[in-house]
């Protein structure tokens, strides 16, 4: 079972360790590359051949802005391709609060799809490649359902109402 999680730029670092946090919590190997959709376009493609060829199953792929990275990566390989729209927060950055990156990877053109989690949602988007390899792996499917069931004890344990603030 492995994953390959690309983003674009070193200061999404934070929001893509929760991917990371989540694929390790479920045993699933990964590894990780900050590279540019568009300033290292020949490195991005050689590296998508190597993680297929080292036996990546599913890869993350966050990007902000444009938000090109997850598209490009996926017309790059047969894997599936799981897209984090990342919302921009450095000095200068539109304020459109992920929303363009969020439409840029949902707007795939066809024959070429990209999954697409809530911007920022770098958890949710390890949870769906979860989801991916537990087709395939049965000791996953097992992890993953108790997990959901764990996930829905814990909701019903209050009656699913009334919380202390």
Do not use: W
Not at 35 to 57: F, I, M, N, P, Y
Not at 60 to 70: K, S, Y
């Amino acid at each position: 079972m492995k994953a390959a999680i690309f983003f674009g730029s070193k200061s999404d670092t934070d929001t893509m360790k929760k991917a990371a946090a989540v694929l390790r919590d479920f045993g699933v190997e990964y590894s990780a590359y900050v590279l540019s959709a568009h300033r290292s376009g020949d490195l991005l493609k050689r590296t998508v051949s190597q993680v297929e060829a080292d036996g990546t199953e599913v890869i993350i792929a966050g990007a902000g802005l444009a938000a090109h990275l997850p598209g490009v990566i996926a017309s790059m390989t047969v894997l599936p391709v799981i897209g984090v729209p990342l919302e921009c927060v450095t000095p200068g950055s539109n304020g459109f609060a992920g929303m363009d990156a969020l439409l840029s990877i949902v707007q795939m053109p066809k024959q070429i799809p990209v999954a697409t989690v809530g911007v920022n949602n770098a958890a949710n988007a390890a949870y769906l490649a979860v989801e991916i390899l537990a087709v395939k792996y049965p000791e996953l499917r097992a992890k993953l359902a108790d997990f959901r069931t764990k996930l829905a004890h814990d909701a019903a344990e209050n009656g699913g109402l009334g919380v202390t603030l």
